[in-house]
């Protein structure tokens, strides 16, 4: 995790924590984007699942 946590500040990337349908918004803008900006972001989605989320409080 650390050796990860020390790549991830390194580059241009971006981890994102939202649940599943943000992520699925998320990942049709870059899709988007990717046409347009030519410069390449690399963005870590994490997506939450929310069940688990409320079964556990």
Known sequence: PKARHNALSHSRAIAVIAPD???????IAIGALRHIDRRAVLIAVIALDQSSQRSSQ
Do not use: D, E, K, S
């Open 21 to 27: 349908r943000l992520v699925t918004a998320i990942v």
